[in-house]
């Protein structure tokens, strides 16, 4: 699950970027949706499904 959550997760990432890098077009008027803010969280999101995965296989991330 937490595998199939990042892996969402970073293709949401990817295609966020690939929208938040296009050009902006001055006829279409504004962009409604904030891709870089969305890009920056799912990456966000990949990071902590990984300390996740990686705290699932055993291994100790935090302080104890």
């Not at 890009?39 to 902590?48: E, H, K, S």
């Amino acid at each position: 699950m937490t595998l199939a959550v990042g892996a969402g997760l970073l293709a949401l990432g990817v295609f966020a970027g690939w929208r938040g890098a296009r050009p902006p077009n001055p006829h279409r008027g504004p962009r409604l949706i904030p891709w870089r803010f969305i890009m920056v969280l799912a990456t966000a999101g990949v990071v902590l499904m990984a300390v996740h995965a990686v705290n699932l296989l055993g291994f100790t991330t935090g302080r104890r």
